[in-house]
């Protein structure tokens, strides 16, 4: 049971208010359908730094939080093209997690789109969900269905959530190979 | 425990660049509808600072998109949370260059697949 969780928004365009966070309610509707009595949080936006994403992870770990999401920076980013934010989400939550499953989702040109990470530490499981509206909504909502389906099956959550987004991709004129 | 799966999506995209742009408070949902409608393809925008925005397009060539550039910034200029003017332009347009998957470098960290493979090519 998710009975306490936190969104945690990142980004620096988000931080100062140059693009709106439409993600953050969107997350928050559906972890009240796991639970409409859970505690949710959303915090500050932070800005994308490793040291201060994995802070704030720690943080929330430190208050026993059952769930941690975060929103945004899940892709290769300013490592591709100079002009993109910086993704450091996924490699703040390398070193903290005790048990992880990763998917890592790449375009043909061999760029890294989105790498999605379901794990633990602890007693808390912590998820993250690229930042683009559509990709971000249908992982949350297999997420909630595989949550609900069958619990804290690390393997399965992120499963489920990497091909919801990579049918987000696909839908567009795609396929896909598995390396 | 550590699983790590990879995957290739191959979808053809175009990566789009406008500068000149001052950008506050966007609802990029809202900007990718407006930009939907104007060019009747899928669009994502993956980058916005408070002077540009940088959207991937897909299923459409560079030069469809070149031909349309200024009803793109037309377009743009209409949403809520961008101011265009008159250095407003699509700074640039590419399209996404395939790279074979059997000659990827070695890891370096820090580094995606998409950067080693380019190093192939230099």
Redesign the interface.
């Known amino acids: 049971m998710v009975n306490k969780a936190v969104i945690i928004p990142t980004g620096d365009?988000i931080k100062?208010?140059?693009?709106?966070d439409?993600d953050s309610p969107m997350v928050m509707s559906f972890i009240l359908k796991l639970n409409g009595d859970c505690h949710v949080e959303r915090c500050r936006p932070t800005v994308d730094d490793e040291a201060n994403i994995e802070q704030k992870i720690q943080q929330y770990l430190a208050e026993e939080f059952d769930l941690i999401i975060l929103i945004g920076g899940s892709g290769?980013?300013h490592?591709?093209?100079k002009?993109?934010?910086k993704d450091f989400t996924h490699?703040a939550l390398e070193g903290i997690l005790d048990?992880?499953?990763?998917?890592?989702?790449?375009?043909?040109?061999?760029?890294?789109?989105s790498k999605l990470i379901a794990g633990r530490a602890g007693k808390t499981l912590v998820i993250n969900i690229p930042g683009?509206?559509?990709e971000a909504e249908a992982a949350m909502s297999a997420f909630v269905e595989t949550f609900k389906e069958i619990g804290v099956d690390?393997?399965r959550i992120?499963?489920s959530m990497?091909e919801a987004v990579?049918k987000k991709?696909?839908?567009?004129?795609?396929?896909?190979?598995?390396? | 425990?550590?699983?790590?799966?990879?995957?290739?999506?191959?979808?053809?995209?175009t990566?789009v660049?406008i500068t000149g742009v001052q950008?506050?408070?966007?609802?990029?949902?809202a900007l990718e509808k407006i930009l939907m409608n104007k060019l009747k393809s899928?669009v994502?925008?993956?980058?916005?600072?408070?002077d540009?925005i940088?959207m991937d397009v897909?299923?459409l060539e560079e030069s469809a998109i070149l031909s349309e550039s200024e009803d793109v910034i037309k377009a743009i200029s209409m949403a809520e949370?961008i101011t265009a003017s008159d250095v407003t332009k699509m700074a640039s347009v590419e399209k996404?260059?395939?790279?074979d998957?059997e000659k990827?470098p070695d890891y370096i960290e820090?580094?995606?697949?998409?950067?080693?493979?380019?190093k192939v090519g230099q």
């Open positions: 365009e100062e208010g140059i693009v709106l439409t290769g980013g490592r591709y093209s002009t993109l934010g490699s048990d992880k499953v990763v998917t890592e989702l790449y375009g043909k040109n061999g760029h890294l789109w683009p509206f559509a690390l393997k992120n499963a990497a990579k991709y696909s839908l567009y004129n795609g396929f896909e190979n598995q390396l | 425990m550590l699983d790590n799966t990879q995957i290739i999506v191959q979808v053809d995209k990566i660049k950008v506050r408070g966007l609802d990029t949902q899928l994502r925008i993956i980058g916005v600072t408070g540009s940088e897909y299923g949370g996404i260059q395939s790279f998957i990827i820090n580094r995606c697949k998409g950067e080693r493979w380019q």
